[in-house]
């Protein structure tokens, strides 16, 4: 699957500790690292990232260390996802100052998804996506659930451009936004409107439309920038 792909890409940065604790805080927030998963075993996980085993173990410590990773000792053993990872931290003022750039990013990545799955997704990833409209649409009253499909949907499109680098930019886009997300109250009604323009772009991936996947995606992420706009604190 291009998400793990992505997930598991090799680090490039200078900073190879950081960027991996970043890269897997990330994946475990927003549910593509699930609860109680184990991870690949150490020597394969130095080989997919391209690191020292010494900064991956520092990097999975600290991951430990902030209630994110269980590390299970004995033949049967591993490092495994928390049942229940940390709540994140609330947003500080000066994220909560630059939520529009976070909203322009995600204009800019998800456009460009929105156009490249219109033309490329194939017939399995057009059934799963329209899956998760299912979900979020019985999900309306727990906003937990609708979130993770919410997350899944919008990088299931990327999965669908068939360009890791697209997932890699939408997993960031989308952890970034979960911060701001978080912070404000989920009528189901909005949820409901949110989900329909879902629909709407699944509608698009199987008329290959491209011109109106973006359209609708456009509306669909500008009403989010109105939401957080009139509920942020």
Same mark, same amino acid.
């Given at each position: 699957?291009?998400?793990?792909?992505?997930?598991?890409?090799? /680090?490039?940065?200078?900073?190879?500790?950081?960027?991996?604790?970043?890269?897997?805080?990330?994946?475990?927030?927003?549910?593509?690292?699930?609860?109680?998963?184990?991870?690949?075993?150490?020597?394969?996980?130095?080989?997919?990232? !391209?690191?020292? $085993?010494?900064?991956?173990?520092?990097?999975?410590?600290?991951?430990?260390?902030?209630?994110?990773?269980?590390?299970? $000792?004995? $033949?049967?053993?591993?490092?495994? +996802?928390?049942?229940?990872?940390?709540?994140?931290?609330?947003?500080?003022?000066?994220?909560?100052?630059?939520?529009?750039?976070?909203?322009?990013?995600?204009?800019? /990545?998800?456009?460009?998804?929105?156009?490249?799955?219109?033309?490329?997704?194939?017939?399995?990833?057009?059934?799963?996506?329209?899956?998760?409209?299912?979900?979020?649409?019985?999900?309306?009253?727990?906003?937990?659930?609708?979130?993770?499909?919410? +997350?899944?949907?919008?990088?299931?499109?990327?999965?669908?451009?068939?360009?890791?680098?697209?997932?890699?930019?939408?997993?960031?886009?989308? !952890?970034?936004?979960?911060?701001?997300?978080?912070?404000?109250?989920?009528?189901?009604? /909005?949820?409901?409107?949110?989900?329909?323009?879902?629909?709407?772009? +699944?509608?698009?991936?199987?008329?290959?439309?491209?011109?109106?996947?973006?359209?609708?995606?456009?509306?669909?992420?500008?009403?989010?920038?109105?939401?957080?706009?009139?509920?942020?604190?």
């Amino acid at each position: 699957m291009i998400a793990s792909d992505a997930l598991f890409a090799p /680090v490039i940065s200078t900073t190879a500790f950081e960027e991996t604790l970043e890269r897997l805080s990330v994946a475990i927030k927003l549910g593509l690292l699930a609860p109680g998963a184990r991870l690949p075993a150490e020597r394969e996980l130095c080989e997919q990232l !391209g690191i020292a $085993r010494s900064t991956l173990r520092q990097a999975l410590t600290a991951l430990v260390q902030s209630g994110h990773l269980v590390a299970v $000792r004995g $033949r049967m053993g591993g490092t495994f +996802v928390a049942d229940a990872p940390p709540a994140p931290a609330p947003p500080s003022e000066a994220a909560l100052a630059a939520w529009r750039g976070a909203c322009d990013t995600r204009l800019a /990545v998800e456009l460009g998804v929105a156009m490249l799955a219109a033309e490329r997704a194939e017939r399995a990833q057009i059934d799963r996506l329209a899956a998760l409209v299912a979900m979020m649409a019985a999900g309306l009253e727990d906003f937990a659930a609708y979130r993770y499909a919410d +997350v899944h949907f919008h990088i299931g499109l990327a999965e669908a451009t068939g360009s890791p680098a697209l997932v890699a930019a939408m997993t960031d886009s989308q !952890g970034a936004m979960s911060d701001l997300v978080a912070q404000i109250p989920h009528p189901p009604e /909005v949820l409901a409107w949110s989900n329909a323009q879902h629909a709407r772009l +699944v509608d698009c991936l199987e008329q290959r439309d491209g011109a109106l996947a973006v359209r609708v995606m456009k509306d669909h992420l500008r009403g989010t920038e109105h939401v957080l706009a009139g509920l942020l604190p």
